[in-house]
């Protein structure tokens, strides 16, 4: 088997569900020790176990990762479990869908915070020790929202191009101290977050149909293609992509 990440300590954040869920097993099969951060206890630590089960190096630690306190936490304890990450997965983020009138400063606290904030405390506990190792490669989860806008998603939109530009940003400020930062960027994709977004879209008259989707983008992607994306830019075979927006969204960004 292919061991595209051995010896290298990963952090994922929103490694529970979804494609973080889907990055943890690949990531950890590819030999990476993987410290998986989440909100949501039971289900990540169901799946540290599970991969402990399989052989593999898997640890799971809770945290809410708009919060400073638990972010700076969950590092320690990866530093601590694992050595310090020289991989970064910063993938956990939500979603509102709701007309821009209707909005609340409270929603955009609430997404800045989870979606945006997160990246940049995240990313800044966890550099040092990347740096102090000679180097690490970091990938944030942004999306196809970052540069197509959909109705009812202006605040998300708004923090996937935040988070679209720090990946590039800390790409630039870093690569002459062998860091890389890149940033996928999905489509619909078939996760609790997926579903979410396509039922709230529904609810507001946004065409988010199956027929709609498959004149998009062909089919739902699967949490296992955003997952290996990933991957690709943590290895070395991506070793000169540094600042890239990797779209994985079978043309809906090219047509
Ligand atoms: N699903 C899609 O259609 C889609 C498309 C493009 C981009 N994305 C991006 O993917 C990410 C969502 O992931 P997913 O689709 O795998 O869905 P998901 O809902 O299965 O996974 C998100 C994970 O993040 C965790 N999480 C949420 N808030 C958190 C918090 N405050 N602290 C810690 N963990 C938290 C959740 O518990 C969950 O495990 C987001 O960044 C989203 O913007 C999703």
Do not use: W
């Not at 990531?27 to 540290?48: P, Y």
């Amino acid at each position: 088997m292919d061991q595209r990440l051995a010896g290298h300590s990963a952090l994922i954040s929103g490694g529970a569900t979804g494609c973080g869920g889907a990055a943890a097993r690949l990531f950890a099969a590819q030999g990476a020790r993987v410290t998986i951060v989440d909100i949501q206890e039971e289900v990540g630590a169901a799946l540290a176990t599970d991969l402990r089960g399989l052989g593999l190096q898997a640890s799971f630690v809770k945290a809410d990762v708009s919060d400073r306190a638990q972010v700076e936490a969950a590092v320690a304890y990866a530093n601590h479990t694992f050595g310090p990450p020289t991989l970064l997965f910063n993938h956990a983020g939500t979603i509102v869908v709701k007309p821009f009138l209707e909005t609340t400063d409270q929603d955009y606290d609430y997404l800045m915070d989870i979606n945006v904030r997160s990246m940049f405390m995240m990313t800044r506990a966890v550099l040092p020790g990347m740096l102090a190792a000679g180097g690490g490669r970091i990938v944030c989860t942004s999306s196809i929202s970052a540069v197509a806008a959909t109705p009812m998603e202006v605040l998300y939109n708004l923090t996937k191009g935040a988070v679209h530009m720090f990946a590039r940003a800390i790409a630039v400020e870093f690569r002459d101290r062998n860091i890389r930062c890149n940033a996928v960027c999905p489509g619909f994709i078939e996760t609790p977050h997926g579903q979410r977004e396509v039922q709230a879209l529904t609810h507001y008259g946004v065409d988010a149909s199956d027929a709609a989707i498959r004149a998009m983008q062909g089919r739902m992607c699967l949490p296992e293609e955003v997952a290996n994306a990933a991957l690709f830019l943590l290895s070395d075979e991506a070793s000169f992509v540094n600042g890239t927006h990797l779209f994985v969204d079978n043309g809906f960004t090219a047509m």
